[in-house]
């Protein structure tokens, strides 16, 4: 029987936690794998001192308490047998990361949790052989082949996490409902800040599984009249729209088009649902137009609200990736990753103009033969 491989991992995210304990299962490699994790200066010493020998060592390169090369110094010092692996949320640093003792670099998302849960694997089953130091390319493998175990893994984590949490809400009820008087006036208030915590990670979850969803779920297509999906929305949003004096312009007649209907109305959704939530004080102008590109047909929806940085632009379109102006603003992050989704499955693609302060326009396209509606 082979001894279990020691996994540490240098993390203050537990999800990062979570989510390798799960992969690690998954993988049937579990028993075989032993996990500790330290999210915390104490604990990394408690760990690096202990008797506890590692096999391999993770680093996550955002710590509070030390930069990363400190902390694969210290390792690479005490624990010379360890195999480091860096967890990066910075592109590409694998040159500079390997010239300081890092075995292999994985980008710090699913694909490189996904990657680095293969690498234990094969530690796991004895084949040591395998050069370590041959690892650099695992920054661009994983982002390429972990692609459908990520839909794989966000289904399983969404589908599975539902339970215990819809048992979470219900007890937080039963403690608001019958323990009202025991708890009091503070008790009350940590009550509804869980309450609220709760509800949000549910929204979360929901539009996880929404994702998830969208990834293995082939667009049931149909001629779709654009113009029928902007008056729906614009109804929907009438009353919103009233109230802040905001509104909305259809520059000029827009396509009929062969897509999933529910799927366009939920994108339509988002970008107009955004535009008004990121309004600015200015009164709120929202314009759509759509235009022929060679074979496909672009739409575009600008608005004058908060705009949105360069630097974040890069990144919106990622799961749970919010703006650094979207804090005061309530959501979740996952309306534009599922956007993007469902334009990808239409075979198109979506992106953002910006300029921070006066508004933005999203563009997306649909690749469409002039006559296919
Ligand atoms: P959410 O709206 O829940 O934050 P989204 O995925 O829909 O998530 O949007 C991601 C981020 O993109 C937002 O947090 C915000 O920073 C930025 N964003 C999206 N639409 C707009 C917009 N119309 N104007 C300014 N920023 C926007």
């Not at 680095?116 to 796991?124: F, H, N, Y």
Request: glycine share 8%; with cysteine.
């Amino acid at each position: 029987m082979n001894a279990a491989i020691h996994v540490l991992l240098v993390s203050a995210s537990v999800s990062d936690e979570t989510v390798l304990t799960t992969l690690l299962a998954r993988e049937q490699i579990g028993e075989g794998v032993k996990l500790s994790a330290a999210a915390s200066a104490q604990a990394f010493y408690d760990a690096l001192y202990s008797e506890q020998s590692y096999e391999i060592i993770v680093v996550d390169d955002r710590q509070a308490w030390s930069d990363w090369p400190g902390i694969i110094a210290t390792c690479a010092k005490n624990r010379p047998d360890a195999l480091l692996a860096l967890l990066s949320s910075v592109e590409q640093p694998q040159e500079s990361a390997l010239s300081q003792g890092v075995a292999a670099v994985y980008p710090r998302n699913s694909a490189g949790l996904i990657a680095l849960t293969k690498l234990v694997g094969k530690l796991a089953a004895q084949e040591r052989g395998f050069s370590l130091r041959q690892e650099t390319d695992a920054f661009d493998e994983a982002e390429e082949a972990a692609e459908e175990e990520r839909g794989k893994l966000v289904y399983a984590v969404s589908h599975d996490l539902q339970d215990p949490l819809q048992l979470a809400r219900r007890y937080a009820d039963v403690l608001n409902e019958d323990f009202e008087d025991a708890l009091g006036e503070s008790g009350a208030k940590v009550l509804d800040h869980l309450k609220f915590n709760l509800g949000r990670t549910q929204e979360m979850l929901d539009e996880l599984l929404e994702y998830s969803r969208l990834q293995h779920s082939r667009p049931e297509k149909e001629p779709v009249d654009f113009n029928d999906l902007l008056d729906e929305v614009t109804a929907l949003y009438k009353i919103t729209l009233d109230e802040i004096g905001g509104s909305i312009i259809r520059q000029q007649s827009l396509p009929t088009l062969v897509v999933d209907r529910r799927q366009f109305l939920r994108v339509f959704q988002n970008l107009i649902g955004n535009a008004i939530k990121f309004r600015s004080d200015r009164p709120l102008h929202i314009a759509v137009r759509a235009q022929r590109v060679r074979n496909e047909w672009r739409i575009g929806i600008k608005d004058n609200g908060i705009g949105i940085s360069e630097e974040d632009a890069g990144q919106i379109f990622g799961m749970f990736e919010r703006g650094s102006a979207a804090a005061d603003y309530p959501g979740t992050g996952m309306g534009l990753a599922i956007c993007k989704r469902i334009v990808q499955n239409h075979g198109g693609k979506i992106w953002v103009r910006s300029s921070f302060g006066s508004g933005s326009v999203f563009i997306f396209s649909v690749p469409q033969a002039d006559d296919a509606a």
